[in-house]
């Protein structure tokens, strides 16, 4: 009977065994297990379409010598997928390439399909048609949604097959996510949001990629899915089995920078600090987020108010340069935990107290290892702690690491690296510009749509454009008052958001604009109406989709009303509910004066009579590639808003209209950090800088457009090179 039993024991050993070779990737509490190795992985987020690719293998040696393991990215569904069952795998969206990139550096990666990725990126990396499925709602036990996900994920899936690049088929990916960020709906949502979980968990595992799954901020991820931490620290974090390893999927290097915002900072040292304190509580597995940030270029930045730039303050800068010290402080932090990683790996730590504020966490192997982490959390004072027998001091809020439990080879706080400034040099003298003045539509033109009432802006657009026209005309009797009191009547627009240009008369009469944290906006001011026919004409504009919410696919945007007319004789007119005429975009889009052929379909103005600092104007000229290797960009310090245009491709959104509210004020690195502490930029605009990824120049005659909302000097438009 024992010897059955033994022998029983016997084959499921072997199984086992021959089950965890075939899946080379596996894990425990401890770490992650790769080819029968232990290892702490070190991972930083690096987004293929928010750079270019031929920015991406110095990105990526940067990031090796950065003394990264692995490369973390999203996967964006509305990058590869624009319109049903039409995928795009090209440029900036050719992922296989970037992966092959990765794995010719010798590095990992950890491949985040979502294929929600939240990530201030438009719709949450969503397809926008995907909104008009029929009966579909997004990240919940929904059928039309479940069978979209399965079929995305069941794509990117066999693409990496087809492409040899999981691991276990000797390619890079070490583990892949399912999902982003669902604990917080599921939690809001119940009973369903649960099942969607349990279906998300399987569908995934039933992909059979031979590595992991991870579900971040999702504590109940069902088994063998693991569940992660993402935040500014995670040192408290504890996965949902004692069987898996504890992850940080995303420890913010800094922040986004959104219109209306200042530029969010995060100090080195107290990043260093939240690693390492991960570190020596158990943690095994953390990736920057970002490690390079990049640029949203086109229209990919997501609602609400996101910037183009997505620098992030990580430690390679939006244009590809080291943003130091934070790059060499976490570089040499870097060394200091593989110095520690035979100890990490083969145990758990054992704490003991220095002070009221102060922690040893020792880490002793059976095989002789010792590494020792000394931990100081009080923010305002320096402490000498004793550590067998030997005297440390230990700054306020940091963290020495000891790689043979003795000797002080680097402290969270004692930056050795000296910093960089960036710098924009203005380059290439005063462009020659043109004009061509866009020209505001009318509700009897051919080409609008008449509708009774007030439409979402979306359902219209489908995105297709940022504008849609909402255009109505307002009959005024000639015995109206107020033609002879001249106390003009007082218009008022409800809308959705996000920005609101109102003509009246052809003549703009104001611009509004919401917030991230309110995206509504009410225009009310008093308008010069005449007797008879009078025509409003209200371009309301879309800043990108949401990203992030329950159901922010529902989420609307426009011109929804009350729209009314107060201070006539009948006293206030609802425009609200009469006819409205749409028209999506301007006329310079469909004409694609942002390409050198659509450009030609039009007069251009120049010299004397180019236009001065008018609303919804084009721009165009020309200019040659500034000498060397720094990285372009152009300052749009004197433009209110709009869109620039390369050679044809979109740089992104400009707005420096939109001024940094908030407060800079002096930062210290020590004390818990937040989004707000530390900042810079405070009372200039947002965004000044745009770059121009040199890849998409030509030595000489690139095209250069600019759409300009606002009314903005094209003479002060300069391009400057990027150094630090
Ligand atoms: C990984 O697993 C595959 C089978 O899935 C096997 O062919 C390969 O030899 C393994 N690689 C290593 C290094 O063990
Ligand atoms: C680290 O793991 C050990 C073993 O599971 C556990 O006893 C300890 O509480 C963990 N420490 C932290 C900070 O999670
Ligand atoms: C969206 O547009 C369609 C027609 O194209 C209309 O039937 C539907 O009611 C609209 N939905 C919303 C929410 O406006």
């Known amino acids: 009977m024992l010897r059955i039993k033994n022998l029983l024991l016997i084959i499921v050993l072997v199984s086992f065994v021959s089950c965890t070779v ?26 293929y379409p928010r750079s270019t690719p031929e920015m991406w293998p110095d990105l990526i040696q940067k990031a090796k010598d950065g003394g990264l393991d692995v490369i973390q990215t999203y996967v964006f569904w509305n990058v590869h997928e624009p319109s049903p069952g039409n995928y795009n795998f090209e440029g900036r969206g050719d992922i296989v390439k ?16 979502g294929p929600y990725i939240c990530a201030e990126w438009n719709f949450g990396g969503f397809p926008v048609w995907l909104k008009y499925v029929p009966g579909i709602e997004f990240r919940t036990d929904n059928g039309p949604f479940k069978a979209a996900m399965q079929g995305f994920v ?70 063998p899915t693991i569940d992660a931490c993402n935040g500014f620290y995670c040192e408290g974090y ?18 986004y920078t959104q219109y209306g915002g200042p530029t969010p900072i995060r100090p080195a040292e107290d990043l260093a600090f939240a690693v390492a304190r991960f570190i020596h509580n158990n943690g095994s597995f953390f990736n920057y987020y970002m490690y390079h940030g990049g640029t949203n270029f086109g229209r990919s930045a997501s609602g609400l108010f996101v910037a183009t730039s997505y620098d992030y303050d990580a430690p390679i800068d939006e244009y590809g340069l080291l943003n130091e010290p934070k790059y060499g402080h976490l570089r040499d932090l870097h060394k200091a935990i593989k110095q520690c990683e035979p100890a990490l790996v083969s145990t758990y730590p054992t704490v003991i107290w ?12 059976k ?52 910093s960089t400034q960036a710098k924009m040099t203005p380059v290439g ?65 409800m809308s959705a958001g996000h920005a609101l240009h109102v003509f009246v008369n052809g003549q703009l009469s104001g611009t509004v604009y919401g917030s991230l944290d309110n995206p509504r906006l009410t225009y009310s001011s008093n308008v010069k109406l005449w007797a008879g026919v009078n025509k409003i004409a ?7 989709l949401a990203n992030v919410g329950v159901h922010f696919e529902t989420w609307n945007a426009g011109v929804l009303g009350p729209v009314t007319l107060k201070g006539l004789n009948e006293g206030t007119r609802d425009l609200t509910k009469q006819t409205w005429s749409y028209k999506v975009g301007l006329k310079g889009e469909s004409r694609g004066l942002n390409t050198i052929t659509g450009s030609a379909s039009v007069e251009w103005a120049q010299g004397s009579l180019l236009a001065k600092k008018q609303p919804l104007t084009w721009y165009k000229t020309t200019f040659s590639t500034p000498q060397g290797n720094d990285p372009i960009a152009i300052d749009m310090g004197s433009m209110g808003k709009g869109e620039v245009w390369v050679n044809g491709q979109s740089i992104g959104r400009h707005w420096p209209a939109y001024i940094a509210k908030g407060s800079c004020s002096k930062c210290n690195y020590a004390g818990t950090y937040s989004e707000t502490k530390c900042q810079s930029n405070c009372g200039q605009p947002s965004q000044r800088w745009y770059h121009i990824p040199r890849s998409w120049l030509n030595p000489s005659g690139n095209f250069l457009v600019v759409l300009e909302e606002g009314g903005g000097d094209v003479n002060g438009i300069s391009l400057v090179r990027r150094t630090r």
């Open 22 to 47: 075939r899946a080379n990737v596996s894990y425990d509490g401890r770490s992650f297990i790769i080819n029968g190795q232990r290892k702490i992985l070190i991972s930083g987020s690096i987004h």
């Open 98 to 113: 970037f992966l092959k990139l990765v794995k010719a550096a010798g590095l990992y990666v950890h491949l985040r399909i």
């Open 154 to 223: 069941t794509k990117i899936v066999n693409l990496m097959k087809s492409e040899n690049l999981f691991e276990p088929q000797g390619g890079p990916i070490i583990m892949s996510q399912i999902e982003n960020e669902y604990g917080p709906v599921e939690w809001e949502i119940g009973a369903p949001g649960k099942a969607y979980t349990k279906w998300a968990a399987q569908m995934a595992v039933a992909q059979t990629t031979g590595v992991p799954w991870v579900m971040c901020k999702q504590q109940d991820a069902p088994d």
């Open 238 to 255: 504890v996965p949902n089995k004692p069987y898996k390893p504890k992850m940080f999927t995303e420890i913010w290097t800094g922040w």
């Open 354 to 365: 220095l002070g009221k504020n102060q922690e040893a966490h020792v880490f002793k192997s």
């Open 367 to 418: 095989s002789g290892a010792c590494a020792a982490f000394l931990s100081n959390y009080d923010p305002t004072y320096q402490v000498r702690v004793s550590f067998q027998n030997l005297p440390y001091d230990l700054p306020p809020w940091s963290i020495s690491i000891l790689p043979d439990c003795k000797t002080v080879v680097y402290n969270t706080a004692k930056v050795n690296t000296p």
């Open 429 to 493: 003298g005063q462009l020659s510009w043109q004009s061509y003045i866009d020209e505001t539509p009318s509700a009897d033109d051919r080409d609008t749509l008449a509708m009774n009432g007030l439409w979402e802006q979306i359902n219209v657009t489908r995105d297709s454009s940022d504008y849609l026209w909402y255009l109505t005309d307002v009959n005024i009797a000639s015995n109206e008052g107020f033609l002879k009191s001249g106390q003009y009547p007082l218009l008022t627009v």
């Open 538 to 544: 209200l371009l309301s504009v879309a800043v990108g």
